[in-house]
T-cell receptor, first 112, second 115 residues
């Protein structure tokens, strides 16, 4: 039982490049989330998926797309990376019928 | 307006002492949830404790307790018998109303435990 896993752990991109951040959970949770963490700002919700096949925007969705591939996997795509997207990205999943979200280890992304 | 406010950017505590990390929140929903997460220097977010707005008693989890004062809209985290391993960033978060899918985070408090 690995919990929530994320790949890659680190990534450096040039402005305009694209990439996909992968997230998977093996806890059979229905809901999954993507957050970004910037210095001094706590975590902010980018997108979430309440169930397989559904996705919704969070607080800061611009510049991102998501895919809920199946119940286990929820990916975040940057189509044309910008320096403002330099951040640490966290994936989380929520225990069914409870409030608590559990987080993956994070991906540190730098856009030059 | 800030929904979650953590007014202490940094706190120091001596090992084995207790420490309180402050969190105030703002919501008009009668149903909400409050959370505390720990983020050590390694970067992961670790869930510590949860308090529901209708819970009659303050939540406790081992050395962690949540001092929930509903009228004051505060949800302070109390860590008893601090350990060196408690040194980390601590984030307060809130879930509003029936929307269990959105957590709003505060800006965090950096706790440093010294020997």
């Amino acid at each position: 039982n690995a919990g929530v896993t994320q790949t890659p752990k680190f990534q450096v991109l040039k402005t305009g490049q694209s990439m996909t951040l992968q997230c998977a959970q093996d806890m059979n949770h229905n809901s999954m989330y993507w957050y970004r963490q910037d210095p001094g700002m706590g975590l902010r919700l980018i997108y979430y998926s309440a169930s397989e096949g559904t996705t919704d925007k969070g607080e800061v969705p611009n510049g991102y797309n998501v895919s809920r591939l199946n119940k286990r996997e929820f990916s975040l795509r940057l189509e044309s990376a910008a320096p403002s997207q330099t951040s640490v990205y966290f994936c989380a999943s929520r225990v069914n019928n409870l409030d608590t979200q559990y987080f993956g280890p994070g991906t540190r992304l730098t856009v030059l | 307006a800030q929904k979650i406010t953590q007014t202490q950017p940094g706190m120091f505590v001596q090992e084995k002492e207790a420490v309180t990390l402050d969190c105030t929140y703002d919501t008009s929903d009668p149903s909400y949830g409050l959370f505390w997460y720990k983020q050590p220097s390694s970067g992961e977010m670790i869930f510590l404790i949860y308090q529901g707005s209708y819970d009659q008693q303050n939540a406790t989890e081992g050395r962690y307790s949540l001092n929930f004062q509903k009228a004051r809209k505060s949800a302070n985290l109390v860590i008893s018998a601090s350990q060196l391993g408690d040194s980390a960033m601590y984030f307060c978060a809130m879930r509003e109303g029936g929307d269990t899918d959105k957590l709003i985070f505060g800006t965090g408090t950096r706790l440093q435990v010294f020997p």
